[in-house]
């Protein structure tokens, strides 16, 4: 495909895995676009990828695990670029063709003698015959897990062309719960105008619109690299396709291995006013505690979903609302359906779909969790 | 004071605990005023008692918990609407100078025949020789209890003139975890725009800032009563600065009660554009999980409080934030003080202040409480 993958254990995380990765494109092309947190708070290897991806290309991105290199002031942004430049040094490239990732604890220094030696092991891995393999994208997947409990991975084959991609992280672009990094490869031929709007949105209906508790990262990054190897040109609607298609594979996975998770939750809002309230709508009952905590107990408590409902600022009829739990209809008229209290939710998986009743056909879909012992034990228990 | 209540034991409460009280103003005066919901899914009873109290004026108000008639159409309408006329029967008044308020299961219908029943006792007892007592006062707080663990009654003596006060809840005007529901008299004579300020002015700075999780009932209500008894005219503002403290005692208690709290955390924004702009700001903060995780933990983790305030839109400078956990300054200029990790903040109380670096002097605190295990129990395990 044009891309080379290593990784190793340079020892910042605590655990003693493998927390340091390289990507890199070996063309011919070295289209690259990205999307980025949208928090006000953006680490410092943000703040440098940001500025180096800007002019459309990329050789190669590293990545970090275990410290977030955010909040760290004039010293990470030098750290950052640090990195940057030492892998450009070996790759005989241009410092700014390099991009820098990084998750993990926040307001700490980067451990740069760690950093240092996992640059030197990367340098060498990056020559040997296993970097090319599937092997090694799985290893890169697992160097930037924090706390992931599986790696992600996803492709998408084309006539001729592909698309791979990793993601670490139990979030997405805004907002999110931890820090989401995804590094995507294709060998298809595109140019940096259609990468980026294939990208930016394939993210606003993914990424974006998985929402496990409404927190932004500092160090959200969505990165896609195209080397043209394959010497195809997919239409820019049959690439803008298949990306969305790698990215909602990546989206369900992070649901699913989202911090505490025992339900996956798909909201559904549809009698809008027009798309964009619905997504307000549709996130606004993604985020309500009340609601997440009556899923972990598999109670159909609808009364909590209108209650969320009515807070958001978009059109609604309150006297018309109707909510069904996995396709059962317990509210019809903003009021209790007969049965409504013995809907079964109990499995893994539960479907709201809630119809605002204002007549017009606007519709948005977000993924959500549960609100579960585990996500207050996960997120009390230690500093991440 | 111009006051008696008294309350009984209906049976809408599965417990058995008293869950019915009424309580009649016996004058001179009927002035009152109310805040209500800011949800647009509104409970039955907040319909009617915002139509009745429009004129600014009630003789009585007669509250049940156990059911909040939300959610339930055109029939949860009537039976508000029976429950005050039924009180006006026998206070031989118009059934618009009655309100009505309900906390508890959303969406099911009020069994009537335990309400009326209710009814019928608080007919009796309100002429019982024990309703102008502060017993009764007491044993009114207690019958509007849902999840709260105490009753909350708070009062202020002024020259010759008092306010007395009730509240369930350990949630807020807008937005709130559980309903609050707030009854508070005075035998101060004001006429209803001084009222209506002084309450609307009370709860933006107290109810209005006490924030658990972001949720807001379809019940919540507060009433002001006057009966003008004392014959006392308090100046406005004397007055206002009197309510203002009793809604500032009730909140300080709900916040104390809320559900599943192990600590009492104050979010203190500084520094910021003007005072709108800080309450967003300390709103944000105050709603995010995971810093409420981190407090439920003990863990000074800044890094999420300053991930938490980079969401909010409000100016800021992303460069230049100071956060102090307990008096001590953990971060300065967004990056991390030395010893930040070592803050105590094992104590029940946390004050958290965020400096936005604007330059301005815009400031605003909320109170809220961190997310515990017992948060997640209380609202996964049964319906409320």
Chains 1, 2 share one sequence.
Request: aromatic residues 4%; glycine residues 10%.
């Amino acid at each position: 495909m044009g891309f080379r993958a290593t990784s190793t254990t340079a020892g910042i995380k605590e655990s003693g895995k493998p927390d340091m990765c390289l990507v890199v494109n070996d063309g011919p092309h070295d289209v690259a676009v990205g999307v980025f947190t949208r928090n006000k708070i953006r680490a410092a290897p943000v703040e440098v990828t940001s500025a180096n991806i800007s002019d459309g290309h990329l050789r190669a991105v590293v990545f970090n695990a275990g410290n977030a290199n955010a909040c760290t002031g004039e010293q990470g942004i030098k750290d950052a670029r640090d990195m940057a430049s030492d892998v450009s040094s070996f790759l005989h490239c241009d410092a700014h063709d390099v991009a820098v990732c990084s998750t993990g604890i926040i307001g700490d220094h980067l451990p740069m003698e760690c950093v240092n030696a996992g640059i030197d092991a990367l340098s060498r891995g990056i020559d040997s015959t296993n970097a090319s393999s599937d092997d090694a994208g799985t290893a890169a997947a697992e160097a930037i897990m924090t706390t992931d409990t599986v790696p992600k991975q996803a492709g998408y084959a084309g006539e001729g062309w592909r698309i791979g991609a990793m993601v670490k992280g139990v979030g997405m672009i805004s907002p999110s719960l931890a820090t989401m990094l995804c590094c995507i490869t294709t060998d298809a031929v595109v140019d940096v105008d259609t990468a980026r709007d294939a990208l930016r949105g394939a993210a606003s209906t993914t990424f974006d619109r998985l929402d496990i508790d409404g927190s932004t990262s500092t160090n959200d990054t969505a990165l896609l690299l195209s080397s043209g190897a394959s010497g195809v040109s997919p239409s820019p609607d049959e690439f803008a396709h298949a990306l969305h298609q790698v990215c909602n594979d990546l989206a369900s996975q992070m649901q699913s291995d989202a911090e505490g998770v025992t339900k996956r939750v798909s909201i559904k809002v549809i009698g809008a006013a027009n798309d964009s309230e619905a997504l307000v709508a549709a996130r606004t009952i993604g985020r309500d505690n009340l609601t997440k905590c009556a899923m972990f107990g598999s109670d159909p408590n609808w009364g909590r979903v209108l209650a969320a409902v009515g807070i958001a600022d978009v059109e609604m009829d309150p006297h018309g609302i109707s909510v069904s739990f996995n396709d059962h209809v317990v509210c019809r008229n903003s009021a209790a359906v007969e049965g409504s209290r013995d809907v079964d939710i109990s499995g893994p998986d539960i479907s709201v779909v809630v119809d605002l009743g204002t007549g017009s056909q606007g519709e948005a879909t977000v993924r959500t969790t549960d609100l579960s012992f585990s996500y207050v034990e996960i997120n009390s228990a230690y500093t991440t």
